[in-house]
Every structure is written in structure tokens, then in C-alpha cells.
């Protein structure tokens, strides 16, 4: 059973730090692996799906990377800002269509 | 357009009462899910639609009946419903199975 894991569960840091959230994942047969954004009571933001077959992909002041071979995922937040404050959940795609979460890692970014 | 629309957003049932949550997309994906989420838990799956037909329940109770009339619109019919199902309801979709999923904002629902 596949099972995904978020460390730290959460962060404080001052605004303009570099950041670093990790994601591993028990089963390496994953089709892809997609990182997401949750702001308190709202729905969840896509912020970058890697494909199996990709090693990192990146999006203004996010970069993302995939180790399948080592069930691992992290992501890059650069520059920080208090805007970034949310919950960050990683989610894996198995067969058939199921999006695992794992327990997300919540951030404050502090003035 | 990426948008994921539920309605409502917020809902209040009692417990004998029969209520639906509606998703709709217009991005042409085939792929739709329901998750429920509880307050600091991650979202957790209950229904997959894939080109309009279920593909996965995971052993949700029958007092949740998914429905999907056409390939934009995805429902949830709600009937005789416990407190412990007050939760966040969140509504997906994504071009086919496996792909980039878009949710929806949720519909906030409380069972009293």
C-alpha cells in the first residue's frame, strides 16, 4: 500500500529564506507526483506535477524534484515572502487513479 | 480556464435531511473525483469517474451516492447523514486518469 510521508509537518521561517519540504513515498511505481498549495479552509492550488519519466520541474520561485528510484520529492521555495504561508501537500498518482496525499507541511513565513 | 466550480460553497443539513453538492468543469476532462477532507488531515478519495462511469469507491457509505450526468457535471447526493460527515468536500477533475488534477474550493458542509 502506497503511503506518503511530509517532513517537517511545519515550518516557521523569516521572509526571504530558501526552503526546503520533503515528500517521500513507499512504492516507486508511481505515474506522477504533483505539489499542491492549500490556503486555511479553501480547496487546494497546483503548483507543479513532475512526470515519472522527469527529474525536476520549476515554476517562477519553485523548483521541484523527483528521485523515483529512491521515493523521494522535494520542494525548492526561494526567496520566501508572507504570502507563501500555506499548507504544502505532496500527492502521488498510482494505478488506476488514485492521488495519495501525504500530511502536508505547514508553513508561516514571518515578516 | 483551469476552474473547478462547487456549489455551495457553505451547507447546513440535519441529519434526516437530503441535500446534493455540485462540480463543474469545462476544461474537456474525463476524469472526476470526490475527496473529503477533515479539518488538518489530507484529503482522502472516495469516488473516481472516468469517461463518465465509476472506476473507484473506496467502501464510502451508501448515505454518499455520487452521480455524473455528462462529462462536465459531477454529483453528490446526500441522504440521512451523520455529524462525523461534517467535513470539506473537495471536487477534481483531470484530462483522463493519472493526469494533472484541478480541484475545486470545496463545499463546506456541517451535519447537525
Known amino acids: 500500500k502506497q503511503e506518503v510521508t511530509q517532513i517537517p509537518a511545519a515550518l516557521s521561517v523569516p521572509e526571504g529564506e530558501n526552503l526546503v519540504l520533503n515528500c517521500s513515498f513507499t512504492?516507486?511505481?508511481?505515474?506522477?507526483l504533483q505539489w499542491f498549495r492549500q490556503d486555511p479552509g479553501k480547496g487546494l492550488t497546483s503548483l507543479l506535477l513532475?512526470?515519472?519519466?522527469?527529474r525536476e520541474q520549476t515554476s517562477g520561485r519553485l523548483n521541484a524534484s523527483l528521485d523515483k528510484s529512491s521515493g523521494r520529492s522535494t520542494l525548492y521555495i526561494a526567496a520566501s515572502q508572507p504570502g507563501d504561508s500555506a499548507t504544502y501537500l505532496c500527492?502521488?498518482?498510482?494505478?488506476?487513479?488514485?492521488?495519495?496525499f501525504g500530511q502536508g507541511t505547514e508553513l508561516s513565513v514571518k515578516p | 480556464d483551469t476552474e473547478v466550480t462547487q456549489t455551495p460553497k457553505h451547507l447546513v443539513m440535519g441529519m434526516t435531511n437530503k441535500k446534493s453538492l455540485k462540480c463543474e468543469q469545462h476544461?474537456?476532462?474525463?476524469?472526476m473525483y470526490w475527496y473529503k477532507q477533515k479539518a488538518k488531515k489530507p484529503p482522502e478519495l472516495m469516488f473516481v469517474?472516468?469517461?463518465?462511469?465509476?472506476?473507484i469507491n473506496e467502501s464510502v457509505p451508501s448515505r454518499f451516492s455520487p452521480e455524473c450526468p455528462n462529462s462536465s457535471l459531477l454529483n453528490l447526493h446526500l441522504h440521512a447523514l451523520q455529524p462525523e460527515d461534517s467535513a470539506l468536500y473537495l471536487c477534481?477533475?483531470?484530462?483522463?486518469?493519472?493526469?494533472?488534477?484541478?480541484f475545486g474550493q470545496g463545499t463546506r458542509l456541517t451535519v447537525v
Open positions: 512504492d516507486s511505481a508511481i505515474y506522477n
Open positions: 513532475i512526470q515519472s519519466s522527469q
Open positions: 477534481a477533475s483531470s484530462r483522463k486518469e493519472n493526469t494533472e488534477a484541478f
Open positions: 476544461m474537456g476532462h474525463r476524469a
Open positions: 500527492a502521488v498518482y498510482n494505478q488506476g487513479g488514485k492521488l495519495i
Open positions: 469517474y472516468s469517461y463518465e462511469k465509476l472506476s
